[in-house]
Structures are given as structure tokens and as C-alpha cells.
């Protein structure tokens, strides 16, 4: 199982300084909270993909291919790829890029975004947003995977005898997970692949999330790639931690009403009970986590939200503190005493690279 964070990018101000960083302070900040998940022991890092304000990460493979630098072991992710508005040639090209420079510690999450003018800045109409992910990922599939493609659809110019370049390193590529809060059509398409699928379940109630993912782990059992709990399951969480459950309330309430994501919205009691958010002690945080098994099964992946709302980075840098030495060693254990032998691992590129030698 792979612990890790995912980071939306926000420039929030600080509602108890008044301070807002700017983009420069918040884009090292990224960068910093990075190399901080690696030195704590977590495994995964992933960036969000947004082309608006309050948000700064518009160019995640540039953000992680410098991240892919200053790192060594770090898997490095995206919380969203847009499918939708990126041409599916320059994410196969990128990500390809990505992958060389990193030794292969890359995956990628696609997904449709949640800013709805984000289509017509990129010449799309949103209400074609899932014909849209399902053709583009059509072809990202066949351009990753066939060194030699002619193709025909109905958003894009037609593609003849193209190859995209570098290839895929070691022929295997990155893995993919595709993302959704709403959509079944999504994981169907996910089911479809055999690949991952995300449910970042941090805003609606749990039971919204249980249907989605079921119906992706039956059709992924449909289409012969496995046992339905073999699937390849992801979460989302948020949490903010202090020694003293009371401390961490009374510290985070202030972020929580004015954050961009959330605030001003249900009450931080309602949203903690309704939603993965945890709020207290790292005790309280590995009891919620392992509560997730019981609703969604065993599952691969687990991404925590903690550098939103104008959390100054000194915070931060002590929540993945907390993470890395009280909370995921736990977690590791539990989990792994909890997964039957049958369940797969979290995917890397040493475990496909491996499965591709024994099937070539």
C-alpha cells in the first residue's frame, strides 16, 4: 500500500497573519513539501493540474520533473491531469519525458477538473467533458503502447504513421489512474483498461463513494482483469494533527471556514463527520484511515490533502512530521495484516516492468 500527499496548489492567505504568499513563495513551497514526504518516509507525491487563481500548479511535469531531480525514491504523481483540454500527443510526449528523467517513478491520475471554464480557454465545450476523456484517453493508450499510429476521431486532427517520442521507458508505460467524485461513465473507462481508479472522496458522504467504487471493482471483474477485490482503488483524505485533539480544532478552525476548497460552507464537526477530514491526534487519523477498509475494501493507495488554506509551510512541514513517523508506520502495518495475499500492490514501474517480461 502507498501512503502519500497530494497538494492542489492553492495561494490562500493566512487567516490568522492576513499574509498571502505569492506565487514564487508558494510554488518552493511545493517543491519543499516534497522533498519533505521523501525525508519522512511517504511514497507518494502528486500535484493537481489548475490554469485559474487561486491556484499556481498550471505545468505539473515541469513542477515534477525538478522535484524528479532533488529526489531519490519519491514516487511522483498528479492529483489531476486534465484529459480533456490536453491534447492527448502532448501528455503521451511529457509524461514519456517524465518518466526517463525520474527512472520510471512516475504515474499520472486523469481526470476532467472542476473548473468549468477551463474548456473554452482551451477551445472545448463542456458538454462534451466525457466523450472528451474517453476519446482522448483512447489514443493516449494506443500512442504510449504502439510505436507506429494512424488514428481518426472526432476532437482532435487525425493523426498518420506517428510515433511519439521519447518511447515509454523500458516499453512500459506510466501507470494511469483515472480520477472522479461523479462520474460512472469514468469508471467504467477505468474498469475498461484495467487501470487504477481514484476516488478522491473528500467532499461527499461516504456512501456516495461506496457505489463508485463497487461499480468499478464489478466491471473491472467483467472485463477479465481479475477478482473484483483485486481492482486497483485509490482515496483521498484530509487531516490536520496536534498531540492534543483540542489544540489541533481549535488551531485548524480558522483555515477550515475560509478555505477556498470548503469554506464557508458546513461546519468543521459536520464536515469531519460526514468526509475523510480528521482533526486531532494522529491516533484519531489512523483510526479514521482504517475505517476507510471497512467501506471500500482493501485498496492500493492512499493520498492525504495537507497544504490548503493558507497553512503556513512551518505547518506543514510538521503535519508530514506527524505523518511520516506517528501515522503511516502504523498504517503500513495494519493494512498489510489486513490484505489478503490474492490483492495486488500498489503498481510501480519495477512491478510492470517485471509482469511485461514474464507475458512478452
Given at each position: 500500500m502507498q501512503f502519500g500527499i497530494f497538494t492542489v496548489g492553492d495561494v490562500t492567505t493566512d487567516p490568522t497573519t492576513g499574509r498571502t504568499p505569492n506565487e514564487a513563495e508558494r510554488i518552493k513551497a511545493m517543491v519543499a513539501i516534497a522533498e519533505k514526504a521523501e525525508e519522512v518516509g511517504l511514497d507518494v507525491f502528486a500535484t493537481g493540474e489548475h490554469h485559474n487563481p487561486p491556484f499556481v500548479p498550471s505545468s505539473p511535469t515541469t513542477l515534477l520533473g525538478y522535484?524528479?531531480?532533488?529526489?531519490?525514491?519519491?514516487?511522483?504523481?498528479?492529483?489531476?491531469?486534465?484529459?480533456?483540454?490536453?491534447?492527448?500527443?502532448?501528455?503521451a510526449e511529457d509524461f514519456a519525458m517524465l518518466q526517463h528523467l525520474a527512472d520510471g517513478r512516475v504515474?499520472?491520475?486523469?481526470g476532467r477538473g472542476n473548473t468549468?471554464?477551463?474548456?473554452?480557454?482551451?477551445?472545448?465545450?463542456?458538454r462534451t467533458g466525457i466523450p472528451l476523456a474517453i476519446e482522448n484517453y483512447a489514443l493516449l493508450h494506443r500512442l504510449w503502447r504502439e510505436d507506429v499510429v494512424d488514428w481518426e476521431g472526432r476532437f482532435r486532427t487525425p493523426l498518420q504513421s506517428?510515433?511519439?517520442?521519447?518511447?515509454?521507458?523500458?516499453?512500459?508505460?506510466?501507470?494511469?489512474?483515472?480520477?472522479?467524485?461523479?462520474?460512472?461513465?469514468?469508471?467504467?473507462?477505468?474498469?475498461?483498461?484495467?487501470?487504477?481508479f481514484f476516488a478522491n472522496n473528500i467532499f461527499w458522504p461516504r456512501g456516495h463513494f461506496?457505489?463508485?467504487?463497487?461499480?468499478?471493482?464489478?466491471?473491472?471483474?467483467?472485463?477479465?482483469?481479475?477478482a473484483a477485490d483485486q481492482a486497483i482503488v485509490g482515496l483521498g483524505g484530509q487531516v490536520f494533527m496536534?498531540?492534543?485533539?483540542?489544540?489541533?480544532?481549535?488551531?485548524?478552525?480558522?483555515?477550515?471556514?475560509?478555505?477556498p476548497v470548503y469554506g464557508h460552507g458546513p461546519s468543521l464537526e459536520d464536515f469531519t463527520e460526514q468526509t475523510p477530514l480528521t482533526v486531532g491526534s494522529p491516533q484519531q487519523v489512523i483510526e479514521k484511515?482504517?475505517?476507510?477498509?471497512?467501506?471500500?475494501?482493501?485498496?492500493?493507495?492512499?493520498?492525504?490533502?495537507?497544504?490548503?488554506?493558507?497553512?503556513?509551510?512551518?505547518?506543514?512541514?510538521e503535519q508530514l512530521d506527524l505523518l511520516g513517523e506517528e501515522v503511516v508506520p502504523v498504517l503500513r502495518r495494519e493494512f498489510a495484516a489486513l490484505k489478503p495475499a490474492h490483492v495486488p500492490d500498489a503498481p510501480t514501474h519495477t512491478a510492470l516492468r517485471a509482469a511485461r517480461a514474464v507475458t512478452a
Open positions: 522535484i524528479a531531480g532533488r529526489t531519490e525514491r519519491i514516487q511522483l504523481s498528479t492529483a489531476t491531469t486534465l484529459i480533456t483540454t490536453n491534447d492527448p500527443v502532448k501528455i504515474d499520472l491520475m486523469l468549468g471554464p477551463v474548456y473554452p480557454w482551451f477551445g472545448q465545450d463542456i506517428f510515433t511519439a517520442t521519447p518511447r515509454p521507458l523500458d516499453g512500459v508505460p506510466p501507470f494511469v489512474w483515472h480520477g472522479s467524485i461523479r462520474s460512472p461513465e469514468i469508471a467504467e473507462q477505468a474498469a475498461y483498461y484495467g487501470d487504477g461506496q457505489r463508485l467504487i463497487a461499480l468499478y471493482r464489478e466491471r473491472y471483474e467483467h472485463y477479465g482483469h481479475g496536534r498531540r492534543n485533539s483540542q489544540d489541533a480544532v481549535r488551531e485548524f478552525r480558522p483555515y477550515f471556514d475560509n478555505a484511515t482504517l475505517s476507510f477498509r471497512e467501506s471500500f475494501g482493501d485498496y492500493q493507495r492512499q493520498l492525504f490533502l495537507m497544504d490548503h488554506a493558507g497553512l503556513p509551510l512551518k505547518t506543514v512541514l
